[in-house]
């Protein structure tokens, strides 16, 4: 079964609490939590004081994305705070195998992210030192874009060297995930899909998590 992981940035801050409240009882499987340093990506988003507050607002598991420069600097608190997943961009950092071993000896699941244009070929060598990887299907820095079509075949690349090589890692897909393009990916073979503006931006929520899911059953 496909899992479902809301992005709180789409979320109405000013009422965070009960926002969360309603995407956990609708049933989603995380809470995907977008973390943006205004370098890395231009938008400025939140750091470690929104992942604690998610924490003790929730149970759900927080898989937090990290869209920063050096993430070896912030992955302890992080941590510390609350986060269970921990996504790195390849593109931030030179030594990824070093910084997603600190992550996991910290506790943590280690994630690796790709931007739109990077090249699936560059990460297979990763494989080993993950629990997850991130396939960007819009250029990260805000909600609310177009999903990139060619990501399927992407994600179609990484399910079957994942699956040859018997590795335990999930592909999670990032942007423009609504009712008309998630079954694209579904078919392509991923585990987990955010959305934030398919299901915060909805009249209701829950209907938008339940939808999603039922497309998601191929
Ligand atoms: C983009 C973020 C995504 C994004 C998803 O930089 O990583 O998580 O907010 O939002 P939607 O589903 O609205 O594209
Ligand atoms: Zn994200």
Known sequence: MVEIAPSILSADFSNLTEQITVVERAGCDLLHIDVMDGQFVENITFGPLIVDAANRISDLPLDVHLMIVEPERQIEKFIQTGADIISIH????????????????????????????????????????????????????????????SVGQKIETLRKAIDDSNLDVKVEVDGGINPSTVQLVARAGVDIIVAGDAVFRSPDPASAIAELRKLTIL
């Not at 506790?107 to 060598?125: K, M, S, W």
């Open 90 to 149: 390849v593109e931030a950092v030179q030594e990824p195998v070093s910084v997603l071993r600190d992550i996991r000896r910290l506790g943590a699941l280690a994630g690796v992210a790709l931007n739109p244009d990077t090249e699936v070929e560059g990460v297979l060598t990763l494989l080993g030192e993950i629990d997850l990887i991130l396939v960007m299907s819009v250029y990260p820095g805000m909600g609310g874009q177009r999903f990139i079509d």
